[in-house]
T-cell receptor
Framework: KNEVEQSPQNLTAQEGEFITINCSYS?????LHWLQQHPGGGIVSLFM???GKKKHGRLIATINIQEKHSSLHITASHPRDSAVYIC??????????FGQGTTLQVKP | DTAVSQTPKYLVTQMGNDKSIKCEQN?????MYWYKQDSKKFLKIMFS???????INETVPNRFSPKSPDKAHLNLHINSLELGDSAVYFC?????????????FGPGTRLTVL
C-alpha cells in the first residue's frame, strides 16, 4: 500500500460539474501539496497547505491533519481543467512522497 | 524567462551509453531536486541538494550521479544506461531545504533507452 493514496484514479465530468479529488496519507507530514500536470507534461504547484483550507479561483483545497486526509475541489469545471492532479506530502523525513495521481477529463 | 529549465527535452540512446541531463534555475533558490516519473506517471524523489550539499539520496543505483557546480545548477549523469531507466526526469527547485516549501518544476526530460 502506498503511503499516499488518491481517489479516484480516473474521473470524467461534464463541464460545469463540481469535482472532488481525495488524498489520504499514512505518514507524519509537515505540509501537503497539490500539483497539476498538464497533458503536455509540465507540473505546476496549485497549493501547499498545512492546516485548514485554501482557495484560488475555482480551486479549493482542504486538509484534516487528525484524519490524515485532504481534498481538492474544482467548482464549475471546464475542459481546460483536464489534467492529472497529484497529491504530495512533505514527510517528516524531509522528502516529498507522491500519490499516484488522478486523471481528470472534463467534457464540454 | 524560464524559471527552471532542463536540457535536453528528449533523449533517445542505446543501452550501455552514458548520458547527462542539465538543470538550471534562475529563481535564486537554494535547494534543487531530481525526480523520476515512471510509465505509470508515478513520481519519486531521487536526489536533493541544498547549497551544493547533497541532503536527500534515495535508493537510486550508483550509476546515477548528481552534480551541483553551484546552487543554480543540478545536473544528472547516468552511466551504463539500462532499459529500466526509460522515464521522464523532472528537475525542481525551492527556497529552503524542507519539502514543505513550494517547488517549481522544470519541463521534464523524456529519456528513452533502446
Amino acid at each position: 500500500k502506498n503511503e499516499v493514496e488518491q481517489s479516484p484514479q480516473n474521473l470524467t465530468a461534464q463541464e460545469g460539474e463540481f469535482i472532488t479529488i481525495n488524498c489520504s496519507y499514512s505518514v507524519g507530514i509537515s505540509a501537503l501539496h497539490w500539483l497539476q500536470q498538464h497533458p503536455g507534461g509540465g507540473i505546476v504547484s496549485l497549493f501547499m497547505l498545512s492546516s485548514g483550507k485554501k482557495k484560488h479561483g475555482r480551486l479549493i483545497a482542504t486538509i484534516n491533519i487528525q484524519e490524515k486526509h485532504s481534498s481538492l475541489h474544482i467548482t464549475a469545471s471546464h475542459p481546460r481543467d483536464s489534467a492529472v492532479y497529484i497529491c504530495a506530502v512533505a514527510s517528516n523525513t524531509g522528502k516529498l512522497i507522491f500519490g499516484q495521481g488522478t486523471t481528470l477529463q472534463v467534457k464540454p | 524567462d524560464t524559471a527552471v529549465s532542463q536540457t535536453p527535452k528528449y533523449l533517445v540512446t542505446q543501452m550501455g551509453n552514458d548520458k547527462s541531463i542539465k538543470c538550471e534555475q534562475n529563481l535564486g533558490h537554494d535547494t534543487m531536486y531530481w525526480y523520476k516519473q515512471d510509465s505509470k506517471k508515478f513520481l519519486k524523489i531521487m536526489f536533493s541538494y541544498n547549497n551544493k550539499e547533497l541532503i536527500i539520496n534515495e535508493t537510486v543505483p550508483n550509476r546515477f550521479s548528481p552534480k551541483s557546480p553551484d546552487k543554480a545548477h543540478l545536473n544528472l549523469h547516468i552511466n551504463s544506461l539500462e532499459l529500466g531507466d526509460s522515464a521522464v526526469y523532472f528537475c525542481a527547485s525551492s527556497q529552503g531545504r524542507g519539502s514543505y516549501n513550494e517547488q517549481f518544476f522544470g519541463p521534464g526530460t523524456r529519456l528513452t533507452v533502446l
